[in-house]
């Protein structure tokens, strides 16, 4: 599972396609605004392409919204003209510690099922060695 931030890569890419369909851009017309082809947008939104900070700045200046709206749960633009800056960075820190824990369970799921798997495969090994032994 690839994490960008506190979101998943195919939450961010729904995301951005949502602000840019409700900013009126086509995904030819966004990329020539952000000089990248429409296929790179399009990898992006789909989830297949894990996005950069540099695309993200360029995306946030050209949908003209701050780059910590890729981060944050649900906003709608009005919302920004009421926060302040702090507000806005004690909610994403909020969001950021909920997210860590998240992952870090879905680390802790996924090391388990890793090291489970690899005491099969010694098991396994050990029983082929018992096998071929005189």
Do not use: C
Request: overall charge negative; proline content about 2%; glycine content about 6%.
């Amino acid at each position: 599972m690839k994490w960008v931030g506190v979101l998943r890569v195919k939450e961010l890419g729904e995301r951005i396609k949502k602000l840019r369909i409700k900013k009126g851009y086509s995904l030819r017309g966004l990329g020539d605004r952000i000089d990248t082809s429409f296929t790179h947008i399009s990898r992006i939104e789909s989830g297949q392409k894990t996005p950069n900070l540099s695309f993200l700045y360029k995306l946030s200046e050209a949908l003209n919204v701050p780059m910590n709206y890729f981060f944050q749960e649900e906003w709608e633009e009005e919302e920004f003209e009421n926060i302040n800056e702090s507000e806005l960075l004690r909610k994403a820190l909020e969001k950021l510690e909920e997210n860590i824990k998240e992952i870090g369970e879905d680390m802790r799921e996924e090391f388990n099922s890793v090291n489970n798997r690899l005491d099969k495969i010694e098991q396994s090994d050990k029983l082929k060695d018992l096998k071929t032994k005189p």
